[in-house]
């Protein structure tokens, strides 16, 4: 009788070492989306373009989802494939070389698809649309958008102005996880515009995805990121290695789904709760003069937004 009595108060605290002695924070998170809708950005943004005109009216089965260019689904290829991108069907005249010249509208031939019929083309853009499509209703002020944003640079959605010839890489998606773990994001705050992506003090995964015009985002250069608690301190504080030796698929900045292809692990337990981190990214497509910094300093709210953790306990 003994025996069993011994062997019973044994189990008994071998079940209450098990049990955990404080709560894990990751689960007093919140599971809300990963990205904000695009309310929560200015019309005059190429990210507003895309998520309001381009991909709900364009990037339609058999048309631009990939079957020909240019292509809408994601945000990093509709810019790349239409911003000094050269033409593949022409007007009888060859009057257009590029499907958007930033600065000139007239000379952007997406201006005249959207307007136009132009012979040697299946005609006036979009040719069709969903039926729950508000294009009918909206069609010359979204055209209107777009010629306003050909007219003032057609900047990307970090503000920055293209080059000809080669453009720079960008960034297209940004995720960040519970050490370890690729499942359930951590979720942007709450509030008007673009927040901050809540996060708990420790170790968290931080994932990117990067888009370019030439170069696959396996065969960027450089890889580094930095973290600052300030916009204006990261000439301060050192880079970090990004690292490129797996990929995971989730939501870029426009909620498509896209390949994550560099991460960084965030020891953050050091930051009191309430800390807002800018987080900026540097990769090298190998033509330009150095490596791209993303976001930079001419990048504004909201999309600066997208780059910021802050520290919820």
């Not at 709560?23 to 990210?47: G, K």
């Not at 990307?156 to 996880?177: H, I, K, Y």
């Not at 698929?249 to 800018?278: E, I, R």
Request: net charge negative; glycine share 8%.
């Amino acid at each position: 009788m003994r025996k069993h009595w011994t062997i019973s108060v044994v189990l008994v605290l071998v079940i209450a070492a098990c049990q955990k002695e404080t709560p894990n924070p990751y689960d007093e998170l919140e599971r809300r989306s990963s990205n904000p809708t695009v309310d929560a950005i200015p019309q005059d943004n190429f990210a507003w373009i895309h998520q309001k005109i381009l991909r709900p009216n364009c990037a339609l089965s058999g048309c631009h989802d990939g079957t020909f260019e240019p292509e809408f689904r994601g945000i990093g290829s509709a810019y790349n494939s239409l911003v000094f991108h050269p033409v593949i069907a022409n007007d009888p005249q060859n009057s257009f070389a590029y499907r958007v010249v930033p600065g000139n509208v007239s000379a952007s031939f997406i201006h005249a698809r959207m307007n136009v019929f132009v012979p040697n083309t299946s005609g006036i853009m979009p040719l069709g649309y969903a039926e729950d499509s508000d294009w009918p209703a909206n069609s010359a002020a979204y055209k209107a958008v777009i010629d306003n944003w050909i007219a003032t640079g057609a900047k990307d959605m970090f503000g920055a102005s293209p080059s000809q010839g080669n453009l720079e890489p960008q960034v297209t998606g940004v995720l960040a996880f519970g050490a370890g773990s690729t499942a359930d994001p951590f979720p942007r705050g709450t509030g008007e515009g673009v927040q901050p992506i809540e996060v708990p003090g420790g170790s968290v995964d931080l994932w990117f995805a990067f888009s370019d015009d030439v170069t696959p985002s396996s065969a960027l250069a450089y890889n580094k990121i930095k973290v600052a608690t300030s916009t204006t301190a990261f000439e301060a504080v050192p880079e970090m290695a990004l690292v490129t030796s797996s990929t995971i698929t989730g939501p870029d900045l426009s909620n498509s789904t896209t390949t994550f292809t560099h991460k960084v692990q965030l020891a953050l337990g050091t930051y009191p709760t309430g800390t807002t981190l800018f987080v900026r990214v540097y990769v090298d497509d190998g033509d330009h003069d150095g490596p791209t910094e993303i976001p930079n300093d001419g990048t504004t709210a909201p999309m600066l937004n997208y780059f910021t953790l802050r520290i919820n306990g």
